[in-house]
């Protein structure tokens, strides 16, 4: 017997608000939540549902009533499809607004804590243009458009040099133009997939793990110097010759230029030597004079110029006089270490990437910095009674976490030694709410601060400053 398909068809739902991951939200005849990928708040579209779970749908806008005054007209001619750039037919000013209500939501549902007024989000100066770093894939058989399915013709040309189609791990979409990163950058891109095809040059199949090219990755920084990496799936000497000196000659403002041979099953770097062709094997990055090594595996905040607008809050939040004892934990290359360190007495970054440590000393040797230290380890494990007694009772402690926020043996910890100060930066709010729930009995929330790094995507940065509790104690 035939399985019935389950999935309906709403008609006339209105979309009323913007939710997580860059969904819309609507409200189904039956009361349930309709989770939404085409969709704008104010729209009223006819809804065919995807997938059903016992509180909710998920579904795709197949047909539209009215359209939203919130709407704009992408940009990209990619949109729709990339899903690199979700928001993109959202005026700013309301990505904006739902980025705010976001963090507003999950510090109050999940932290369930009492909160201060809630500083209007910083937005971005840039909406598009503003990444320092991407990276795109190489396939030999690209995802196909509809109009090109349904033009009959034999396409002859399968090569892709671009991102993968969300949820398809093995399907990239060709991209000609990107408004994520400033030129060169398409310019090199157009250029690396043109002369490829032209001198059969393979690009990779993730399927059969074949072929030859398999990712490319350029780096900018407000300076203008120039990072790029082609990462190639086995060594074929003259044939990564070929284009990596078509490439410096076409593009002689490369600072650095370098390749990876990678044969694994995934095309992560970290684990893989990266080979310097031409120039030096890293680039600088400047902010407020300081200087900032980035090299092929190094962490940087992508988006160069609200970074520095987020460390300024970070460094407001600290309200640092100079006598202070800072850990930064989750230091990285040690930037918002280096940034507020003239602030305070010392600054003591811990993280657990070793080369990460390995750039934020070098980093604060080049800039003169003397009173840091940093120290590597997973941070569960090295933030510990006896590495706090060797290194001193901090007086201010600056986190900022991944995604998944702090473990709760981290969270214990400062609980421990419960700091006068806490500033924690959030790339992910809801797992911040949780961590700052388990803080509530000790530490009062009094400012909150979000940060728009990411224009066109439903990503938000939150800052909030923590000071303890009058009357709190030590957790023993």
């Not at 400047?286 to 940087?300: D, Q, T, V, W």
Request: charged share 25%; with cysteine; hydrophobic share 35%.
């Amino acid at each position: 017997m035939a399985r019935r398909n389950k999935n309906k068809l709403f008609e006339a739902v209105e979309v009323i608000d913007a939710g997580a991951k860059g969904k819309s939200i609507a409200k189904a005849p039956d009361g349930k939540v309709i989770f939404i990928d085409n969709a704008v708040p104010g729209d009223v579209a006819d809804v065919q549902t995807t997938k059903k779970r016992r509180a909710f749908y998920q579904g795709t806008a197949v047909n539209f009533h009215t359209l939203s005054d919130k709407r704009t007209e992408p940009v990209c001619q990619h949109f729709g499809v990339c899903g690199g750039c979700k928001w993109q037919n959202m005026e700013y000013k309301y990505q904006l607004e739902y980025k705010q209500n976001e963090v507003l939501n999950n510090l109050q549902r999940i932290g369930k804590i009492e909160l201060p007024e809630v500083t209007p989000i910083l937005g971005s100066k840039e909406i598009y243009f503003y990444r320092n770093k991407m990276e795109f894939s190489f396939s030999d058989s690209r995802w196909l458009t509809i109009e090109e399915i349904q033009s009959g013709k034999n396409i002859k040309d399968k090569n892709a040099l671009g991102f993968h189609i969300p949820g398809m791990w093995d399907k990239i979409l060709d991209i000609e133009k990107c408004h994520l990163q400033e030129d060169p950058s398409n310019a090199i891109r157009n250029f690396v997939k043109e002369f490829a095809t032209e001198n059969d040059l393979q690009f990779f199949n993730t399927r059969e793990q074949s072929g030859l090219l398999r990712t490319l990755m350029i780096r900018t920084t407000s300076t203008g110097e120039l990072m790029v990496l082609i990462q190639f799936f086995k060594e074929y000497k003259v044939k990564r010759q070929l284009l990596l000196d078509a490439l410096a000659e076409k593009f002689p403002e490369i600072t650095s230029l370098q390749y990876v041979i990678n044969g694994k099953g995934n095309d992560t770097i970290y684990d893989q030597e990266v080979i310097c062709y031409k120039g030096r094997d890293h680039i600088f990055e400047e902010m407020e004079g300081l200087k900032f090594k980035i090299n092929a595996k190094s962490f940087y905040q992508t988006n160069s110029e609200q970074a520095y607008e987020l460390y300024k809050v970070t460094r407001n939040f600290a309200d640092l006089s100079g006598d202070e004892l800072v850990y930064d934990l989750y230091t990285g290359t040690g930037t918002i270490a280096q940034f507020v360190a003239k602030n305070a007495k010392k600054v003591i970054g811990v993280e657990a990437v070793p080369e990460a440590i390995t750039d934020a000393k070098e980093n604060a040797e080049r800039n003169g910095i003397t009173n840091t230290e940093f120290y590597v380890g997973d941070m569960k494990k090295v933030f510990t009674e006896s590495f706090i007694n060797e290194h001193g009772h901090p007086d201010v402690i600056i986190t900022d976490p991944p995604r998944d926020g702090m473990h709760k043996d981290v969270v214990a910890q400062i609980i421990g030694i419960l700091p006068k100060r806490i500033v924690y930066v959030s790339c992910n709010s809801a797992t911040q709410a949780r961590d700052l729930a388990m803080l509530d009995d000790y530490y009062k929330v009094t400012k909150v601060q979000p940060v728009d790094m990411f224009p066109q995507t439903h990503h938000v940065e939150n800052v909030v400053c923590l000071e303890s509790r009058p009357g709190s104690s030590r957790r023993q």
